[in-house]
């Protein structure tokens, strides 16, 4: 094994083989801050720094602990897992240290901690460097925009697929669970090219406002996800869950048309007839919607996981977008709304509260 080669992990074998993949890019040397690496943020950072980008990582202990012990395992949704070794990464729990010499930085927190990080860039890195959100939720590129001025140029992001976070006695995994490319504005040539790695797809695209709503729309099911308290798999399997994700999904459709934003589509999805898919039969629903459904049998949405760690959903940002849009024009979104209400309960709860059904939503929502 070559010192500081690429690493990657033969499935294949009963014992854990490593074998070199391929050699650092030596023409990549922008350096990457990403900021706030959690799941999304690991994944993104591992894979650019198996492809040679000079990457850095701004996270907390918890993370930082065990990645500098045993590398971090980042591994494709067709099950490929890689090492990437303490070497080729550069951790750091200090915000100064990380951003201090930045020239890109890809912004992962979650929503609510946006004016937070931007405060951050401001205070240590360069004037000039590229902030690109890859966030979920409406919203955080503005946040960021207003916070920063004029000295930073910041390009919204969409990021269209799940990662699942796993920790073992050889560390920390993060698993990618669905397909889809990574979208950022077009206004700075380069970026995209620079950021797009095996297993880690970016392209630019010139409608950005469209895509984050169309995004959001397929968002909607994140937060029903966490109440089912289901895999994935197995939500989207139940009529049920379809038909309350379906109807709230028309409300989003309803006040996004109202304000007549143009919706682009993800992955050569029109969101807008994601409704009509989810209320198909269920046999059919799996034939149309299969790639839907191509994802780990484990894997559930990221307010699950915030459920269970504690921390505070985006809910704001992604239902609570859909109410704030709708009453602009004089709309109502009650499905929305009781969405909302159940989260924060949830939040204010714990992970011990009990799981919701589909009926206990659209019935209280009815009412």
């Known amino acids: 094994m070559a010192h500081g080669g690429f690493l990657r992990v033969d499935q294949a074998e009963s014992n854990t083989r490593m074998q070199p993949v391929v050699e650092p890019n030596a023409g990549s040397q922008s350096r990457i801050v990403v900021a706030g690496a959690g799941s999304i943020g690991c994944y993104t950072g591992g894979c650019l720094a198996l492809a040679g980008r000079n990457v850095t990582l701004l996270l907390r202990e918890r993370l930082a602990v065990p990645i500098s012990r045993y590398g971090l395992r980042v591994r494709d949704l067709g099950g490929v897992e890689c090492?990437?070794?303490?070497?080729?990464?550069?951790?750091?729990?200090?915000?100064?240290?990380?951003?201090?010499?930045?020239?890109i930085v890809l912004v992962t927190v979650k929503a609510g901690a946006t004016p937070e990080m931007a405060d951050l860039i401001a205070r240590y890195v360069p004037d000039g460097a590229a902030i690109v959100s890859l966030q979920n939720g409406i919203g955080n590129d503005r946040t960021l925009s207003t916070r920063l001025g004029n000295g930073f140029k910041v390009i919204p992001g969409m990021v269209p697929f799940n990662v699942v976070q796993k920790h073992d006695k050889e560390g920390v995994c993060v698993q990618r669970a669905t397909s889809g490319t990574i979208l950022i504005g077009d206004t700075l040539p380069g970026l995209a090219?620079?950021?797009?790695?095996?297993?880690?797809?970016?392209?630019?695209?010139?409608?950005?406002?469209?895509?984050?709503?169309?995004?959001?729309?397929?968002?909607?099911?994140?937060?029903?996800?966490?109440?089912?308290?289901?895999p994935l798999v197995e939500e989207l399997s139940d009529p049920l869950w379809r038909n309350l994700l379906a109807a709230q999904m028309d409300e989003a459709l309803t006040a996004i048309r109202s304000a007549n934003i143009g919706l682009a589509r993800i992955e050569g999805v029109n969101p807008k007839l994601i409704p009509f898919a989810l209320r198909l039969p269920t046999p059919l629903f799996k034939l149309v919607a299969r790639r839907m459904l191509d994802i780990d049998p484990a894997a559930r949405s990221s307010m699950w996981e915030d459920f269970?760690?504690?921390?505070?959903?985006?809910?704001?940002?992604l239902q609570g977008a859909v109410i704030d849009l709708a009453r602009e024009f004089g709309l109502s979104a009650p499905i929305s709304e009781r969405v909302v209400a159940l989260v924060k309960e949830r939040e204010k709860d714990g992970r011990q509260s009990t799981r919701v059904s589909p009926d206990e939503i659209a019935g209280d929502a009815e009412q």
């Open 83 to 103: 090492l990437v070794p303490q070497e080729l990464l550069t951790l750091e729990t200090n915000p100064k240290k990380a951003l201090l010499k930045a020239d």
């Open 308 to 317: 269970e760690q504690g921390r505070a959903t985006e809910i704001d940002h």
């Open 193 to 230: 090219d620079q950021l797009n790695v095996e297993a880690y797809p970016v392209a630019a695209h010139p409608n950005m406002s469209g895509v984050m709503w169309s995004k959001l729309v397929l968002n909607m099911n994140n937060a029903l996800n966490a109440l089912s308290g289901l």
